[in-house]
């Protein structure tokens, strides 16, 4: 078995790099990944993305909201500690990706 994940989808939300407290950067951002058209509970699903490598952290860093992207990569579970207690957390760590259409920005 292997933790493998591909994923199409459009952003949801700008990618934003952040700078943790151990002075590793990651670029986050939102994917909106449709459900198949004869699923039971039609609609689609929010998923985070993570990108750790500077190489794609570049890349991404260029896409925009409305994007439709390709992402592949691994599911991976984090617990963060907030003020109100621990968080869980899954999102794909994401190790091969590209932009496949371009969006056209607000009308």
Do not use: Q, Y
Not at 5 to 11: C, D, N, P, T, W
Not at 42 to 70: I, K, M, N, Q, Y
Not at 73 to 96: D, H, K, N, Q
């Amino acid at each position: 078995m292997t933790n493998e994940v591909h994923l199409a989808g459009r952003v949801t939300r700008d990618p934003e790099e952040r700078v943790l407290p151990s002075g590793d950067k990651v670029v986050s951002f939102r994917l909106s990944v449709p459900r198949p058209a004869d699923s039971p509970r039609p609609g689609a699903d929010w998923v985070d993305c993570a990108v750790w490598t500077a190489r794609l952290r570049r890349s991404v860093a260029r896409w925009v909201t409305g994007d439709e992207v390709e992402v592949s990569g691994a599911l991976r579970r984090r617990v963060f500690r907030t003020g109100a207690g621990v968080v869980p957390l899954v999102e794909i760590e994401v190790s091969a990706c590209r932009r496949s259409v371009r969006s056209e920005g607000p009308a």
